[in-house]
């Protein structure tokens, strides 16, 4: 089972982290985001007009405009930004699919999978974009000592920052 963003998600954090990196009341152009973050230019406008919508930016128009968080960083969570991306964070059906789950309202699986859930779910809360932030400063600068091992799949960093 792999637990994964969408792209939207994924341009989603992204941005979210870029914007929380810099001066959080700087305002910054979704082009420079998109540069900075090697993200598609017209995807990332869209995903940042549903930042706006659902309160997590602000945006401010014209030739000196551009988005800044809507509320401080530290009160932004993980899961915020993955709801706003991906919708809620929820099992609506069992997770058993068409296999042997003939029971109407609950299966074996039904209890531990919702608990493992809610854990997930807990995580996420608990994970504020200015934590986000500072672990990319640290990883930017060098510094940053990972709690867990790395990935068995190695991932190229994406982007310039400036």
Known sequence: MQLKLTKRGDYALRAMIA?????????RQAR???????????????????LVRDGLL??????KGGYSLARPVTDITLLDIIQ?????????????RDG???????????????????????????T????????DAAIQNGTHQSQTPPHPIPTNRHGQRT
Not at 32 to 50: C, F, H, S, V, W
Not at 58 to 63: I, L
Not at 84 to 96: M, N, Q, R, S, Y
Not at 128 to 135: E, F, G, H, K, M
């Open 19 to 27: 914007i929380a990196s810099k001066n959080h009341t700087e305002l």
């Open 32 to 50: 420079q985001i998109a540069a900075e973050m090697q993200l598609p230019y017209k995807n990332l406008t869209i995903i940042l007009a549903g």
């Open 58 to 63: 602000n945006a401010s128009a014209g030739p």
């Open 84 to 96: 706003a991306a991906e919708g809620p964070v929820t099992i609506d059906h069992c997770v058993l």
């Open 100 to 126: 042997p789950c003939d029971w109407e309202n609950t299966c074996p699986v039904h209890d531990t999978w919702t608990h493992a859930q809610d854990a997930i779910t807990q995580h996420l809360t608990r």
């Open 128 to 135: 504020t974009l200015a934590d986000l932030a500072s672990i």
